[in-house]
């Protein structure tokens, strides 16, 4: 069965580094695209970018190129999203969602990573 | 890249049907047929209903349709039941990246 397992909530204050992940069981975890997608409160869905575990091929949105690192480590089937110093605009649920290929939609999600960041 | 424009709200009784527009432009709607539909009820993660454009992924009921022309895609419910009430989300491939539509909630009244 094909899982994606995402890290649990977290509390930051502004200013402070995260790294949340993704570890993905059931299926070759390096042949598929890892994709994160935001969602702040009450507001929409946004691509954040996608990485391929199997070279480390990693594409930014526009909006957040710069803003966060996408990273996968193949050898624990675990993909990762992180920020140097977050800011409260990043309070947001999190997912992650494996993709067949960087044009495909995702066929399976994460259950979501909340992440809050208040002072 | 700018999301993909929804109307925000949408609604129909049960048993009828309702219509969701989702307008990009040349480089992502119009430029490929890889635009699919996700339902997302409050608090759980999206799923996915149409992908590339008219296809159903297993276990989606073919009351869901999707099409598209030109720069204008759209998803269909029809045989509205109340489960169906929920946000919907379009999303198409722009090249090097995928970018989501604004989001449309609609309610089965």
């Known amino acids: 069965e094909v899982q994606l397992v995402q890290s649990g909530a977290e509390v930051k204050k502004p200013g402070e580094s995260l790294k949340i992940s993704c570890k993905g069981s059931?299926?070759?975890?390096?042949?598929?695209?890892i994709g994160w997608v935001r969602q702040m409160p009450g507001e929409g869905l946004e691509w954040m970018g996608i990485?391929?575990?199997?070279?480390?091929?990693?594409r930014y949105s526009p909006s957040v190129q710069g803003q966060v690192i996408i990273s996968a480590d193949k050898s624990i089937s675990t993909a990762y999203l992180q920020w140097s110093s977050l800011k409260a605009s990043d309070t947001a649920m999190y997912y992650c969602?494996?993709?067949?290929?960087?044009?495909?939609?995702?066929?399976?999600w994460g259950q979501g990573s909340p992440v809050t960041v208040s002072s | 890249q700018s999301a993909l424009t929804q109307p925000p709200s949408a609604s129909g009784s049960p048993g009828q049907s309702v219509t969701i527009s989702c307008t990009g432009t040349?480089?992502?709607?119009?430029?490929?047929?890889?635009v699919s539909w996700y339902q997302q009820h409050p608090g759980k993660a999206p799923k996915l209903m149409i992908y590339?454009?008219?296809k159903r992924p297993s276990g989606v009921p073919d009351r869901f349709s999707g099409s598209k022309s030109g720069n204008t895609a759209s998803l269909t419910v029809s045989g509205l039941q109340a489960e169906d009430e929920a946000d919907y989300y379009c999303?198409?491939?722009?090249?090097?990246?995928?970018?989501f539509g604004t989001g449309t909630k609609v309610t089965v009244l």
């Open positions: 969602a494996r993709k067949v290929g960087a044009s495909y939609p995702p066929d399976f």
């Open positions: 059931g299926y070759s975890f390096s042949n598929y695209w």
């Open positions: 990485i391929y575990p199997g070279n480390s091929e990693t």
């Open positions: 040349s480089s992502d709607v119009g430029g490929y047929n890889y």
């Open positions: 590339e454009v008219n």
């Open positions: 999303s198409s491939y722009a090249g090097r990246n995928s970018v």
